[in-house]
């Protein structure tokens, strides 16, 4: 999964991330803190991820917060290779979109 802001985030961590049916791992920050990349490991065979980013995390080069990410959701079924997608925008400190996919 990436997390992509419209400009350098710090102190963005990997606790920053609540997953629901699933914990995020592998958290590795990539173009100079503008780009994130993580990966989410299912708690089961067959459940509904939800990932979500809290307001307020993290902050530009000017100490100015992130907003709310809208929660991603995906349905995880090992047993199923077909799986129901759910594409999230993740806002950026000034309300811009950022990008978001599991």
């Not at 991330?17 to 592998?26: L, Q």
């Not at 959701?73 to 996919?101: E, I, V």
């Amino acid at each position: 999964m990436n997390a992509t802001w419209d400009k350098p985030v710090r102190n963005f961590a990997l606790s920053d991330i609540v997953v629901m049916g699933g914990t995020a791992t592998n958290f590795v920050a990539l173009a100079g803190g503008v780009v994130y990349t993580f990966d989410i490991v299912p708690s089961a065979t067959v459940i509904d991820i939800t990932v979500n980013i809290a307001a307020g995390v993290c902050t530009d080069l000017a100490y100015n917060p992130n907003l709310p990410a809208t929660p991603l959701l995906r349905h995880h079924s090992a047993r199923d290779p077909g799986y129901c997608f759910a594409h999230s925008t993740l806002r950026d400190l000034n309300g811009q979109t950022a990008f978001g996919r599991l």
